[in-house]
């Protein structure tokens, strides 16, 4: 069975530090991975989509990588603004097969 | 265009009363799905409609009954509710079934 770890559970940062949140998975043979946003009290933003054949994906300030041979992805977010204040979720999905979700990790970014 | 719509937004019931949640989506998706957000368990899927007129369960299906009641539609029903159903329901949809999803808002469910 598929399993979704993410650390750190929270973090909090000052406004434009970088920062890395990491995701890991147990089951290699997925076909895509997936980082969301959610916001309190919201529903979830897609916010990248890497494929398992690609090694990254970029979206204006931030960065996703995959390793899918270690069972890793991180997500890299530059220059951290407070509107970056959110819940990231990552998924997982085998072909054929549901997402698999993490916990997720609380991002705080202070002015 | 609305995108995912879901209502209620906010439910409480006692335990063993019925309720029904809506989910409806206006992208001509082929795909939805309901999932339940709990603290420390991540989202889990409850039941899917890959395609119009069928549906199968997800990972967390006892409980609950669905119905996709057209390409737009997709309601989930809990006929006698229970205080583990206590949740934040969240409704998706996708163009197909291995798709990028997108999420309605949520229902936020308390059970008493």
């Known amino acids: 069975k598929q399993e979704v770890t993410q650390i750190p559970a929270a973090l909090s940062v000052p406004e434009g530090e970088n920062l890395v949140l990491n995701c890991s998975f147990t089951?290699?043979?997925?076909?895509?991975l997936q980082w969301f946003r959610q916001d309190p009290g919201k529903g979830l933003t897609s916010l990248l989509l890497?494929?398992?054949?690609?090694r990254e994906q970029t979206s204006g300030r931030l960065n996703a990588s995959l390793d899918k041979s270690s069972g890793r992805s991180t997500l890299y977010i530059a220059a951290s603004q407070p509107g970056d204040s959110a819940t990231y979720l990552c998924?997982?999905?085998?072909?054929?097969?549901?997402?698999?979700f993490g916990e997720g990790t609380q991002l705080t970014v202070n002015p | 265009n609305a995108g995912v719509t879901q209502t209620p937004k906010f439910q409480v019931l006692k335990t063993g009363q019925s309720m029904t949640l809506q989910c409806a989506q206006d992208m001509n998706h082929n795909s939805m799905y309901w999932y339940r957000q709990d603290p420390g368990m991540g989202l889990r899927l409850i039941y899917y409609?890959?395609?119009?007129?069928?549906?199968d369960k997800g990972e967390v299906p006892n409980g609950y009954n669905v119905s996709r009641l057209n390409k737009r539609e997709f309601s989930l029903r809990l006929e006698s509710a229970a205080p583990s159903q206590t949740s934040v329901y969240f409704c998706a949809s996708s163009e197909h079934y291995s798709s990028w999803p997108f999420f309605g808002p949520g229902t936020r469910l308390t059970v008493l």
């Open positions: 998924a997982v999905r085998r072909r054929g097969s549901r997402l698999t």
């Open positions: 409609s890959a395609s119009e007129g069928t549906t």
């Open positions: 089951d290699s043979a997925i076909y895509n």
């Open positions: 890497i494929q398992s054949s690609q």
